[in-house]
C-alpha cells in the first residue's frame, strides 16, 4: 500500500499543507509539529519524493559550487578540498546536494554558470573566491539571485553576505611572528593580486613592516599562483636578488612547500637559513620537513558557514545580509628560527 501526504496528516492531525510544509523545513511551522509530523512519518514509511517536491515548488535543493580557477589546478590546493567538506557537511544536514562549475578560463566559468543559473539547475552559488570587478558577481546581483561569497565582496560589501577572515590582521600576525624572532628582511609571496585574500594580507605584512620602522621592499613582494610550482619561482626570484630575504610570509601553505623544497635542493635550511610562516594550516604544514608554522583560518568552517547562510537566504529571501567573520590562530612548528 502507498502511504500519501493525507495517510501522515491524518495520522499527526494536521493539515496535507503542514505536512508538506514541514517536508520543506519551512520556518514557519514549529519544532514541535514538525517533529509530531515527522514520527508519523517514521511510523508509516514515509518517504517524500524529493523530485516531485523540487518540480512542484520550482526549487532544484542544489547549490552551486564556483571555482576561481579550473578544477584540476585549483583542487591541487588542499584548501578547496576542505572548504567544499565543509559546504557538503552544512548541505547535507538540510538535504541539498552540490553541483560544481568549472572552467579552464574566467570567460568559461562565467559562461558556465550563467547556463547553470538561467537553467535553474541550482536554487543558489556560493563564490570560492572574491577578486576586484567581478562580472559574474555583478551579474548575480543584478538578477537578484541568492549568493554567498568566501572571501570580501570588491564592493557593496554592506549588500552582500559573505563569509571571511580578517585577513589584513592575520597578515599582521604573521609578519609580527618573524619581528618578533628578530628578522628584518621579510618578504611576502601571495596569489594573484586581483584576489583580495592576497591583498588583504599583503596589507597586513606592509602594516607589520611600517609599525615595527622596517624598510619595506618592493622587490621583495612577489606574486604567484596558490600551487607548489608558484612556490618554486617565487622563491627562486628571491634568491636571485643581491640580498635575498631572511624570512618568509606565504599566503598558502602549498606554496610555501615548493619554496621549502627548493630551499632542500640548493642546500638552503628552514628554519636555520631561511624562516617561513604561512598560511592555511592545512595537512601539509605538518607533513613538510620541517613542519611549517603556518596560520590557521579555520577553513572547514568558511565553508560551513557559507553554505548555512546561503540555504537561510534561498529558504528566506526576507534573510538580512550577513557578513560573518571566521577566527584566524598562529599554530607553530618548526620553520622558523630567531636571528
Not at 184 to 204: H, K, L, S
Amino acid at each position: 500500500m502507498t502511504v500519501t501526504i493525507k495517510d501522515v496528516a491524518k495520522r499527526a492531525n494536521v493539515a496535507p499543507s503542514t505536512v508538506s510544509r514541514v517536508i520543506a523545513d519551512s520556518p514557519r511551522i514549529s519544532e514541535k509539529t514538525k517533529q509530531r509530523v515527522r514520527e508519523a512519518m517514521k511510523e508509516l514509511g514515509y518517504h517524500p519524493n524529493f523530485i516531485a517536491r523540487s518540480l512542484a515548488s520550482q526549487a532544484t535543493q542544489v547549490i552551486g559550487i564556483v571555482m576561481p580557477s579550473s578544477a584540476d589546478q585549483a583542487l591541487q590546493n588542499p584548501f578547496f578540498p576542505e572548504v567544499i567538506r565543509g559546504i557538503s557537511k552544512a548541505a547535507h544536514e538540510k538535504r541539498y546536494a552540490l553541483q560544481m562549475s568549472t572552467g579552464e578560463k574566467e570567460s568559461d566559468i562565467y559562461e558556465r554558470v550563467i547556463e547553470m543559473l538561467q537553467g535553474r539547475r541550482v536554487d543558489g552559488v556560493i563564490l570560492l573566491y572574491s577578486r576586484q570587478n567581478d562580472k559574474l558577481m555583478k551579474y548575480l546581483q543584478k538578477h537578484g539571485f541568492p549568493f554567498v561569497v568566501i572571501g570580501k565582496p570588491h564592493q557593496k560589501a554592506e549588500q552582500v553576505t559573505h563569509v571571511d577572515n580578517d585577513n589584513v590582521q592575520a597578515g599582521k600576525d604573521a609578519t609580527n611572528y618573524l619581528i618578533d624572532h628578530g628578522h628584518e628582511r621579510i618578504a611576502f609571496v601571495g596569489g594573484n593580486p586581483q584576489y583580495f585574500v592576497t591583498a588583504d594580507r599583503q596589507e597586513g605584512y606592509e602594516e607589520a613592516l611600517r609599525e615595527a620602522g622596517l624598510l619595506y621592499r618592493p622587490e621583495y613582494v612577489v606574486h604567484e599562483e596558490f600551487l607548489q610550482e608558484g612556490g618554486r619561482e617565487a622563491m627562486k626570484e628571491l634568491l636571485s636578488l643581491a640580498e635575498p630575504p631572511t624570512g618568509l610570509v606565504v599566503a598558502d601553505d602549498l606554496m610555501a612547500l615548493g619554496m621549502v623544497k627548493t630551499l632542500d635542493e640548493i642546500g638552503l635550511r628552514v628554519p636555520e637559513d631561511v624562516s617561513i610562516v604561512s598560511f592555511n594550516n592545512t595537512l601539509l604544514a605538518e607533513m613538510s620537513r620541517p613542519p611549517l608554522t603556518s596560520v590557521d583560518i579555520g577553513i572547514f568552517q568558511l565553508g560551513y558557514e557559507a553554505a548555512k547562510s546561503l540555504i537561510e537566504k534561498v529558504e528566506n529571501p526576507n534573510e538580512p545580509i550577513k557578513r560573518i567573520i571566521i577566527p584566524h590562530r598562529l599554530v607553530e612548528r618548526g620553520s622558523c628560527t630567531r636571528r
